[in-house]
Every structure is written in C-alpha cells, then in structure tokens.
C-alpha cells in the first residue's frame, strides 16, 4: 500500500505555495498516518550528510508501545512470580486491548479515515499525481513566458554582501535570480481542525473555489488530535475569494466549525547556500546531466507527459543555466531539492526540510583553492541513492486477497437474492420483479441494487482499516468530547 521506497511522503498534494515558518507537527505527506514525531531539521548544506535519500521518513510514532505507557512501569505492577515470558505476554495484551478501546472512539472520525482507510490512501495518492503534472504545466508555461529568463542559482548572482554564513539573502517569493519560494504566499491555513472533520472533505470543498493548486495537512497533534491544513492558489485574489468564502458563510464543515486564516508571507526569505566546489565547471556539467536524470525519473513516475520534460530538458543556453533551470523545475513541480536529494510531498514540507530555495556559493577569486571534497562524494552518493531506490507504488483499493473475499460475497449475495418461483421464472427478491433467468437477475442486481455490492466493499475496506489501525494505533485522547453539532 505505501508507495514511495525512500521517502515516504504521505499525503498526496502538491502544488503551490503555503507554508509557514514554523512547523508544530509535520505535515502528513503521501503516506498514511502520523510519521515521525519531529521533521528532520533543514540540511546544513555545509555538512555532507548520509544519503538523505536513502533514510526516508523515520517508522511513525505510533506504534503501540509508543502509546500505551511504559514497558518497566507495566511490568513493577505485575506479580512478582511472572516469567519473563509471561511478563511480555501480558504487556503485548494489555497494548492491543488499548488499541481496541482507541478504535471504538476513533472508528468513523475524519482523522481515522485520513490516516487509515485505503481509499484515502488512494487518494492521496491521485492528489501527488495530479498536483505534478499541474506544476509541470505551470512551470512550462511560465518558461514560455520567458519569466525564468534572469534565473541563475549563485551568489555570483547578487553582491557579496548578502551571503550571510550558510545562507544568502533572495530578493523575495518568486523573483530572480534564485526565485526563492514561500508557501505561505497565496494560501489559506486551517488551524485546530476537528478530529472529526475528513481532510478530504475539506479538499473537495476548497476545490470549488478557483484556482486552487495544492493541498497539504499535518497530522494529528499528540494528545489533542487536531489538525490543520493549508490550501495554496494559483493567484493572491483566488487566495482571497477562498477565504472571503469561508468567512462569509461556510464556517463549517459537516457541522464542525473551522476557523480559515491567511497565513504570513516570510519575511527576508533566505537560501541555503552550498559550498563552492559545487560551482566548478566539471562540476556543474555533471550536475547538469544528473539533473536531467531526475527530471526523467519523477516526471516518469508521476506521469508528467514525455513532451514537457524533452521541451524542459532541451531548455536553457548554458550547462549553467540548463543546471538551474532543471534545479528549479524539481523544486516547483516535484518538491525536490536537487541539492539535498529530498523528495517531498508539498511544497510546505520542502520549505521546512530545504527552505525557500538553494545556491550554489561562487567560487570568487581564489578559484585555484577550491577542489572537489567530501560534499561532493556526499552529494553524488544521495543522487545515486536516490536514482536507485526512488519509486512511487500507487496504492490499491483493494489487494488481491480482498478482492477474492469482495467477489465470494458478491455470489452469495447474488444466491441470496434470487429466487427461483417457477420453471423458467426468477424473482429479485430485492424488489420482486420476475426474470425468465437467473442471468437476468443478476444483471439486473448489478444495475439496480448497486448499493448492495457497494456495501460489501465498504465492509472489505473498514476491516482493512481496522487492520491498519491495529497494526499501527494512534492513541484517542483528546476524544473524548463528541461532536456537538
Ligand atoms: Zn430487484
């Protein structure tokens, strides 16, 4: 079910800015369920690190034991006689029976769905995909428009004063050279979301507003269980007939108020600066063609028509400037940063792991002294890590086992409706309408009782749910009051 090998982001979105300097939880990527409790830090460009890869998200604080107190406190309250054995035992039994107590609460909230049904995986999933191919778009079209025409990613590209150690100053949101990014410019966020509330409810709402070109949510706090979500546009005034929407009428979402807020644009927003051996002309070559290979590798994997990524990849004059716009186009279309070999879901999780843009130091005057070194050796081991394992599994509505189980319950129900009446005469016991076949009426169930078969798949994916849940609980305090509307 889970797709990406290395980073498994979890939710599927994409898209457009939004964002916000700070992060409370980190946002839930194309996955399922609460990842790891704290986002990595943003890479130090300075310091080689492990293939970043390769490490993916770390396993979700979820887990049983992680909720379920402690092993030793556990333990000092048992007899004194129990085996060790025996000791894990009951310890084993008490977490699941804890699980089972959390799920009857969480069973049928927004926040069980998101994180656990698989069609929300799937959709998560369709929302990547698509956000992709939106941002390729865009980005194609920008690029006719001759918008990137000043884009270079150096600090050659601005005066020395405003490099400040690891990072150099931009000249804000989307302009050149180094056309940082902030998400937060152009976005509606939705803070303390109910537990309740569906995200993908949330979703479809927010598309009936214009332009809306990405959609991220984090997960639930620990120990509150709220959320919240953030919802880019393509324009400031889309932005703002969203919010102006929600504002003016539609506070709530099936009854569950929500308190929309236009999210403040970064002030003095800073790249990362990579170290000057990036800069070298043998450098800058390679780059250029390992870029290429990833513009390849995601816009493959996420469908971006074979067109666009030959007319961006046959884009810019010098390898230089092919390099930077290859960087750049990972960035806005896929959220990946070239420099760091991340791969996010959204651009706010981008933002947050890669900040709003990277460049390369120049090289200056003591060009003699600069030589490749161990960030280089560690920049080409992520890129080979990643061109290695990078995949995107698209999760299935049902696996094959279930789809056996969903086909077995389909005849019986089919068995279960049909009654032979006469020779050559068969009833819908459904409705009662005669058929001269049972043929007949199983067609006509298929056609006319549709529910019914839709039923049996609803039960095949809550069980699967429940599974999921069971495998990896999250604890349902904060819960405890129910919906009041
Ligand atoms: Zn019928």
């Not at 690891?166 to 937060?184: E, L, Q, S, V």
């Not at 509606?188 to 927010?206: E, I, N, Y």
């Not at 884009?315 to 390099?323: D, V």
């Amino acid at each position: 079910m889970r797709r990406v090998k290395r980073r498994p982001s979890r939710s599927a979105r994409g898209g457009a800015r939004g964002g916000r300097g700070r992060s409370p939880q980190r946002w839930a990527t194309a996955g399922s369920g609460p990842s790891s409790p704290a986002r990595s830090a943003t890479p130090s460009p300075r310091s080689p690190r492990a293939p970043a890869g390769a490490a993916g998200r770390k396993p979700a604080k979820r887990g049983a034991g992680a909720s379920a107190g402690s092993f030793k406190a556990f333990v000092l309250g048992l007899d004194l006689l129990v085996t060790p054995e025996d000791a894990v035992a009951k310890w084993q039994e008490h977490v699941q029976a804890l699980a089972v107590e959390d799920l009857e609460r969480l069973q049928g909230t927004g926040v069980y769905f998101d994180l656990y049904h698989p069609l929300a995986a799937v959709r998560r999933h369709e929302r990547r995909l698509r956000a992709a191919r939106q941002n390729a778009e865009v980005f194609m079209r920008d690029l006719q428009e001759k918008r990137y025409e000043a884009l270079r990613l150096s600090t050659a590209a601005q005066g020395p004063g405003d490099r400040e150690g690891a990072t150099c100053r931009t000249t804000g949101h989307m302009k050149p050279p180094h056309f940082a990014f902030d998400p937060n410019v152009n976005s509606v966020l939705f803070s303390k979301v109910s537990p309740h509330v569906r995200m993908w409810h949330l979703h479809d709402a927010l598309q009936k507003c214009l332009g809306l070109v990405s959609f991220s949510f984090t997960d639930p706090a620990p120990g509150s269980l709220v959320r919240e979500a953030r919802a880019g546009f393509e324009t400031a005034e889309a932005a703002q007939a969203a919010l102006d929407l929600w504002l003016s009428g539609e506070r709530s979402l099936q009854g569950h108020s929500l308190s929309p807020s236009e999210p403040v644009p970064r002030e003095g927003l800073k790249a990362l600066a990579v170290p000057p051996e990036m800069s070298l002309p043998g450098r800058i070559c390679k780059d250029a063609a390992l870029s290429a290979q990833v513009v390849r590798r995601l816009d493959g994997l996420t469908g971006v028509p074979a067109s666009v990524t030959e007319s961006l990849l046959a884009g810019g004059g010098s390898e230089e400037a092919r390099l930077d716009l290859r960087v750049l186009y990972l960035r806005r279309v896929h959220h990946f940063c070239f420099y760091a070999a991340e791969w996010c879901p959204d651009e706010w999780e981008l933002s947050e792991r890669c900040g709003a843009g990277m460049v390369r130091t120049a090289v200056g005057e003591d060009a003699g002294a600069v030589a490749p070194g161990p960030w280089t050796e560690a920049h080409e081991q992520r890129l080979a890590a990643f061109l290695e394992t990078s995949g995107l599994q698209q999760p299935v509505p049902m696996s094959s086992d279930e789809q056996v189980t969903l086909d077995k319950k389909a005849a019986e129900l089919i068995q279960e409706k049909t009654k032979q009446i006469a020779e050559g005469k068969y009833q819908c016991t459904a409705c009662s309408k005669l058929f001269r076949g049972p043929e007949f009426v199983r067609k006509h169930l298929h056609k006319m009782h549709m529910d019914l078969f839709e039923t049996i798949q609803e039960e095949i994916h809550a069980e699967a749910a429940r599974k999921a849940f069971l495998a990896k609980p999250i604890r349902s305090a904060g819960m405890q009051q129910r919906k009041v509307a």
